[in-house]
């Protein structure tokens, strides 16, 4: 790093420092006036709540309260001028936001379940050998808490130094696989989305014996409200002002829930499901931002081939799951690009397959082949994904493998 290099970085490290540390108080005032006012409702003790009935009940409420822990993080280096961005091997960015919200996420899971594995996106070696963006990453875990003594409670495993802190990023690394407990962790999925003020999600799944059995997600720039229209646009005017911020949950076999994100206690959750149209020229498709990510131009032939008059919406992250889910969306194609042999990951999918299927939906391969999680980090077996409504699911995988002349 030249001097001049390392001097605007020094530079921009400390105007974020001040940025986090002034704008905290006011994040977490407009907050918590948001709750008041759009959320009357809030259950006693996340215990108490609709958790309870649940097969894992544990499980549920570790995950909801660390993912709304780690979307108060996110959420604050959203709003912050320089976000502290690398850029990893593989090109591709992360923030001082998902280094954050993946150690305060592990930190709760391994705090509740110590003996469960975890594959987590993000590993700490890049932070190791940049002083001043662990030093930003540690001021943020350290200062993240929920409004709730009791919820942090809950979650405990509190950190202990910026040390600790990258041991525990490093506890995700975990090989994954078909045995046994596995939690797949994306602190920030859609982090291009993150960082151009558009969709991003938090995510936490477990996955058991290969099935994926309990699925969060934190999407603190979609609506609160299940029933608003997918908002269109690439996302520069998307933002998590007042009425946004949504919590989406499932657990195998018992349907899926929305709830607003929240500070501190859940909120009353609502069952949420697809959307019951049983032609898929009414529907409302959505798809990736990034065209390098999934083929525009083949969803657009597909489109067309289906009658689908409404144009796409582009939405970055796992909030294009949560959205199909409750009936804002349609559909969700993620088709490979021609001539790219990206290999899906777990931590891409694990949450927002589960909550789609458990809202009335079905999700396959371009193959029609379900998603499978037993494989390690990647989805091997899998090629591009089919997320819709149940009832029209197979008239689009028709399609979808007319156009892309699938055997
Ligand atoms: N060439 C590629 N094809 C498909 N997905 C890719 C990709 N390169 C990166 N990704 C994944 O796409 C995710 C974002 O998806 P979307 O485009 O739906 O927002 C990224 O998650 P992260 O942002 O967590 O890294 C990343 O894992
Ligand atoms: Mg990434
Ligand atoms: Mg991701
Ligand atoms: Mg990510």
């Not at 105007?15 to 994040?27: D, E, K």
């Not at 996955?207 to 996302?235: M, Q, R, T, W, Y």
């Not at 998307?238 to 994100?261: C, M, N, T």
């Not at 939906?361 to 379900?370: L, Q």
Request: net charge neutral; proline share 4%; charged share 20%.
């Amino acid at each position: 790093m030249s001097f001049h290099t390392r001097f605007a970085f020094r530079f921009s490290t400390v105007i974020i420092v001040i940025l986090a540390a002034t704008s905290a108080p006011s994040v977490f005032h407009r907050l918590a006036s948001i709750s008041r006012q759009v959320l009357p409702s809030t259950v006693k003790h996340p215990s108490q709540s609709s958790t309870m009935s649940s097969s894992y009940p544990k499980e549920l409420e570790v995950a909801l309260l660390a993912v709304q822990r780690a979307s108060i993080l996110t959420k604050q280096v959203f709003h912050a001028k320089s976000k502290g961005t690398l850029t990893k091997s593989d090109a591709s960015p992360v923030t001082i936001g998902d280094y954050g919200a993946q150690a305060l996420i592990i930190s709760a899971l391994k705090h509740n379940f110590p003996s469960d594995e975890i594959v987590a996106e993000e590993e700490s070696t890049d932070l190791q050998q940049d002083a001043a963006l662990k030093d930003l990453v540690w001021n943020l875990v350290k200062e993240t808490k929920l409004d709730d003594p009791s919820a942090e409670t809950t979650l405990g495993g509190s950190i202990t130094d910026a040390e600790s802190m990258l041991n525990i990023i490093d506890q995700g690394n975990s090989k994954g696989g078909g045995k046994g407990r596995i939690w797949t962790i994306d602190p920030i999925d859609g982090t291009k989305g993150f960082l151009r003020g558009g969709q991003y999600a938090v995510c936490v799944a477990l996955i058991v014996d290969g099935d994926v059995k309990v699925g969060v997600l934190g999407c603190p720039n979609l609506p609160v409200d299940d029933s608003a229209p997918l908002e269109g646009g690439i996302g520069e005017n998307q933002s998590d002002a007042e009425g946004k911020g949504a919590l989406a949950s499932a657990v195998k076999g018992e349907g899926s829930q929305s709830r607003p994100l929240g500070t501190g206690k859940l909120q009353t959750p609502r069952k949420i499901s697809v959307q019951s149209i049983s032609t898929p020229s009414e529907a409302a498709f959505c798809e990736s931002v990034e065209a390098n990510h999934s083929s525009h131009g083949d969803n657009a032939k597909i489109a067309k081939k289906l009658d689908i008059t409404k144009p796409s919406v582009r939405m970055d992250s796992q909030a294009k799951y949560f959205s199909v889910a409750r009936g804002a969306g349609d559909i969700y194609l993620r088709l490979p690009v021609r001539g790219g042999n990206y290999i899906e990951k777990i931590w891409d999918h694990a949450a927002g397959d589960l909550i789609t299927r458990e809202s009335g939906g079905t999700v396959t391969d371009i193959r029609g082949k379900s998603l499978d999680f037993s494989q390690g980090p990647l989805l091997t077996g899998n090629t591009g994904v089919v997320a819709a409504g149940s009832a029209i699911h197979a008239q689009v995988l028709k399609v979808v493998q007319e156009v892309l002349s699938v055997e």
